[in-house]
């Protein structure tokens, strides 16, 4: 079983509209979870820390559940430059960084 | 911001030979750095944990001896891939863990072609 599961998208969204994406991790013994996003033949970059009382960051919105295990992220007001892949990422008590399958998402003008 | 810089940025090589990439954090020292290997439209895999001073974890399935790992310093990782095969051609990307916030800062990727 991976380590963290990522629906695969692609998701398609017109500019303007809410979009969330869900992810869910497998090891009880995770420390802390990350969004990353990464845009095409690039490295990822840090989107936002996910803590478990949620948390805000402008149109960007992380939760954390962990007795389901599930971390989601929602979208608001999507802009042409959010398109991207967006990777779910655990961090184990190891150190080790387990990452997601990521998740497309193109804005469409 | 932090940087970590890795080369070389693309490299091609004859099947059977050896690759060397390096990975430094530029600002920063980093105890821990991470090996990531990503096949086209796949996310990373990390590969093996890099700690100073110490021998790599290699994740299940690597092999260890066919991906040589060095972390001499707080500042640089090597990743050798030995004897290369096409089958090891991909875009293999390291990561640094700040020794100060704990962040996560990733180089700029390897791209490794094996003709």
């Known amino acids: 079983r991976k380590e963290v599961e990522q629906d695969p998208g692609p998701f398609n969204v017109p500019e303007g509209a809410t979009v969330a994406f869900n992810c869910t991790y497998s090891n009880s013994a995770s420390q802390s979870f990350f969004w990353y996003r990464q845009d095409c033949r690039k490295e990822p970059k840090l989107l936002m820390s996910v803590y478990s009382s949620g948390n805000e960051d402008g149109r960007f919105t992380a939760q954390l559940n962990r007795a389901s295990q599930y971390i989601s992220l929602l979208i608001r007001d999507s802009k042409l430059s959010d398109s991207a892949t967006y990777l779910c990422?655990?961090?184990?008590?190891?150190?080790?960084?387990?990452f997601g399958t990521g998740t497309s998402l193109t804005v469409i003008p | 911001g932090a940087v970590v810089s890795q080369h070389p940025s693309w490299v091609i090589c004859k099947s059977g030979t050896s690759v060397k990439i390096e990975c430094r954090s530029l600002?920063?020292?980093?105890?821990?750095m991470f090996w990531y290997r990503q096949f086209p439209k796949q996310s990373l895999m990390l590969m093996a944990t890099s700690n100073e001073g110490s021998k790599a974890t290699y994740e299940q399935g690597v092999e260890k001896d066919k991906f040589l790992i060095n972390h001499a310093s707080l500042t640089l990782s090597t990743l050798t891939v030995t004897s290369a095969h096409p089958e090891d051609s991909s875009f293999y990307i390291c990561?640094?863990?700040?020794?100060?916030?704990?962040?996560?800062?990733f180089g700029e990727g390897s791209r490794l072609t094996v003709l």
């Open positions: 990561s640094a863990r700040s020794v100060n916030t704990g962040e996560l800062f």
């Open positions: 600002d920063f020292q980093a105890t821990t």
């Open positions: 990422v655990v961090n184990m008590d190891g150190g080790q960084f387990y």
